[in-house]
């Protein structure tokens, strides 16, 4: 997994999305906790960073997120893309999920209307 170009406050927001992301069908497979692990090594964050950032509320995340450059924002549906197919199946809770957050951060392409057209539905 490449480095990452998020600020500590950004990659600990990206990386509660995307632990409730995997966390949305209320188990964690061993590959889905191998994503994240090698996600935070990547994003240089501990999981003792991490797991104190769960003391503040979800919508501080979706801020945050909400708030980060287009390029970081690419990185982080990247990030979520793969935390849906990293145990390699593709439950409707996650998709559900994944959904929810890409309205809460506003991650959905404003310039698509039909998302047949171009085959993208968020940037």
């Known amino acids: 997994m490449n480095k990452f170009s998020f600020d500590p406050s950004e990659s600990l927001a990206v990386a509660r999305l995307v632990w409730g992301l995997i966390f949305s069908d209320g188990e964690v497979d061993r590959r889905e906790s191998d994503f994240f692990e090698q996600m935070l090594h990547s994003m240089n964050l501990t999981s003792e960073k991490f797991e104190f950032s769960l003391s503040e509320p979800i919508e501080h995340s979706y801020e945050v997120v909400k708030a980060m450059s287009a390029e970081k924002r ?3 549906s990247q990030l979520l ?3 849906v197919s990293s145990d390699d199946v593709v439950l409707l809770s996650e998709l559900t999920h994944l959904n929810e957050i890409l309205e809460k951060t506003a991650m959905f392409r404003s310039d698509v ?5 171009t085959g993208e539905g968020f940037s």
């Open 113 to 117: 209307n039909d998302m047949n057209k």
């Open 74 to 76: 690419r990185e982080c």
């Open 81 to 83: 893309r793969l935390a």
